[in-house]
């Protein structure tokens, strides 16, 4: 099962930050947070990820809380191509078994509207 | 670089048929991971690939394989195919597997009648 709780859905006008909420209170000390999104159909499509540290890259920020149970994705400037099905992902950190792939949750359907 | 690539995109067979995936992975890449994806379940991994050698597997049947050729290119079968086969399968490839980034190609789309 997933080890992240994410809202169903969210709206976001375009043109505004969207903030995308995840928890993981379950997550260990050295398990990284992961987001992906899905446009409609297509591959997921890897944002960003982090372990405690805030992250920026040219897609989006990534702010984990201090005690790393919960995370928020933030997209600065929402554009009509960011409606998607957003996935935080917590990435086990051993390798072995069945622990070194992913493990989608449902996500949440991001839909920004002009 | 160039990104992963999935060939075929669309495809369509009958029930007890078998089908054929093909994946390239980003070059320099050296571990494929396969993953399911269907309305009622979601986004599942199958297996995955890494130097020719499966290391890692999911919870499917037997039905579904899958094996890695020395240029990293990787390849799933699925045999005897039903109806709950019909599914977008996903193949995403990294540098070694475990902790690094996966890269998704855009997917094939299996329609099992």
């Known amino acids: 099962d997933a080890k992240t709780t994410q809202p169903t859905s969210m709206d976001c006008a375009e043109g505004r930050a969207a903030n995308l909420p995840c928890n993981h209170s379950t997550i260990s000390g050295n398990e990284y947070v992961y987001w992906y999104r899905q446009i409609h159909s297509q591959g997921p499509q890897y944002i960003i990820h982090?372990?405690?540290n805030n992250e920026t890259n040219e897609m989006a920020s990534l702010i984990i809380t201090e005690d790393r149970k919960s995370s928020t994705l933030i997209l600065p400037h929402a554009t009509l191509r960011d409606t998607a099905v957003y996935y935080c992902i917590v990435r086990v950190s051993h390798y072995g078994g069945s622990q070194g792939n992913l493990i989608f949750g449902k996500g949440t359907k991001l839909s920004v509207k002009p | 670089k160039a990104g992963v690539t999935q060939t075929p995109r669309y495809l369509i067979k009958t029930r007890g048929q078998q089908v054929t995936l093909s994946c390239s992975p980003i070059s320099g890449h050296r571990s494929v991971s396969w993953y399911q994806q269907t309305p009622g379940q979601g986004l599942q991994f199958l297996f995955e690939?890494?130097?020719?050698?499966?290391?890692n597997k999911g919870n499917f049947p037997g039905r579904f394989s899958g094996r890695q050729f020395s240029n990293s290119r990787s390849e799933m079968n699925v045999s005897t195919l039903e109806l709950g086969d019909s599914a977008l399968y996903l193949c995403a490839s990294s540098l070694r597997g475990d902790q690094e980034t996966q890269y998704f190609g855009p997917g094939t789309r299996l329609l099992v009648l």
């Open positions: 690939y890494f130097s020719e050698t499966q290391r």
């Open positions: 982090g372990l405690k």
